[in-house]
């Protein structure tokens, strides 16, 4: 059984699709298997896929219908056979002694996560920043690079099974951080579980035909995304009896009903990259789920509340000044 699994997930990167899996196959430590999953790519990237698996016997490829990347890296999941698992995207890549410093990192059995460093590379700037974990990992406080990021993380698969962790298919935006939530509450906690790499290990490739350089194109269905996360993870919090947990007010309700709707509708607004139309109707949907969750989850206070109400209505306010 190898030690590590990674799960490649592609979807028409034929560009990119190549560079990432030489970067995976040419590991200076082969203690891994490689789980491609394409998610009905019509791009010829499964062609590609397809070449490395037939040239390696650690890579494995897997054709679905195209069902989003959250159902793809779940089939993964359920396909690998590591003791831990990561995930890597079609179009980044990883650094050559990414295994090989996993598995310093993994020798002790209390170890459940390890975090590492992300090289954020703008391809068309060429600018590049540089992101590292802090010494002790908090989920609280870690830099938003770190913290939300899917592919700086390798997990334990025997936690991720014995709870049914699994990625909101329904969920388009912030999916990597919903998962994370629900592995750190399970397997993060007390935190000498997670081991800390301050090596760049993981390269994320943005461009602009990448999925963040266009999530916030469709205001509605970025704010859709963030209640999607909502309702999968209060339905985990509630499976595991885990609702008056700290975290489930101070990250599921806080930043996924609060910080992340609330920055999209305010940046776009400030940006004036939307109609006034388009707008309004975010906003009254979201009105409507604040409405669901807020009667809903007991857990969120009054305060939170009116203040989401007021900012909601101050963007309201200023969406008239939009054409």
């Known amino acids: 059984m190898p030690k590590i699994s990674l799960v490649m997930t592609v979807y028409n990167q034929k560009y990119f699709v190549k560079r990432c899996i030489e970067s995976v196959v040419l590991q200076i430590d082969q203690d891994f298997e490689l789980i491609i999953i394409d998610d009905g790519s019509i791009d010829g990237s499964g062609e590609i896929c397809r070449k490395y698996a037939s040239l390696y016997k650690n890579v494995n490829y897997f054709y679905i219908s195209n069902s989003g990347v959250s159902a ?23 650094e050559a002694d990414y295994v090989l410093e996993m598995k310093k990192n993994i020798i002790d059995d209390s170890i459940n996560m390890v975090c590492f460093g992300v090289n954020k590379i703008f391809a068309e700037s060429g600018k590049l920043v540089r992101c590292k974990p802090s010494r002790y990992f908090n989920l609280l406080i870690q830099n938003s690079n770190i913290r939300n990021c899917g592919g700086n993380k390798i997990f334990r698969r025997s936690i991720i099974n014995k709870y049914n962790i699994q990625f909101p298919i329904k969920s388009s935006f912030a999916e990597d951080y919903a998962f994370i939530v629900m592995f750190y509450v399970v397997g993060g906690i007390p935190s000498e579980s997670i081991k800390i790499n301050q090596h760049h290990l993981y390269n994320y490739w943005r461009h602009k035909s990448s999925k963040m350089s ?4 469709n205001l509605f269905s970025t704010i859709n995304s963030c209640m999607e996360n ?10 595991n009896h885990l609702v008056k947990h700290g975290i489930f007010n ?4 806080n930043h996924f009903l609060y910080t992340l709707p609330i920055g999209v509708i305010g940046k776009k607004i400030l940006k ?11 906003i009254n949907f979201y009105q409507s789920k604040l409405a669901k969750y807020g009667s809903s989850c007991r857990v969120i206070n009054k305060v939170l509340i009116f203040k989401i109400k007021l900012l909601v209505y101050i963007f309201s306010l200023i969406s008239f000044g939009i054409k």
């Not at 003791?83 to 995207?89: K, N, S, V």
């Not at 266009?214 to 194109?217: A, E, R, W, Y």
């Not at 101070?250 to 309700?253: A, P, Q, R, Y």
């Not at 004036?272 to 975010?282: G, L, P, T, V």
């Open 72 to 94: 793809a890296r779940n089939y993964g999941i359920n396909k690998s056979l590591g003791e831990f698992i990561g995930f890597i995207d079609g179009d980044d890549y990883i």
């Open 214 to 217: 266009n999530i916030h194109k």
């Open 230 to 239: 909502i309702e999968h993870l209060i339905e985990f919090f509630k499976k």
């Open 250 to 253: 101070n990250i599921v309700i």
């Open 272 to 282: 004036n990259k939307f109609s006034k139309r388009e707008i309004n109707d975010a």
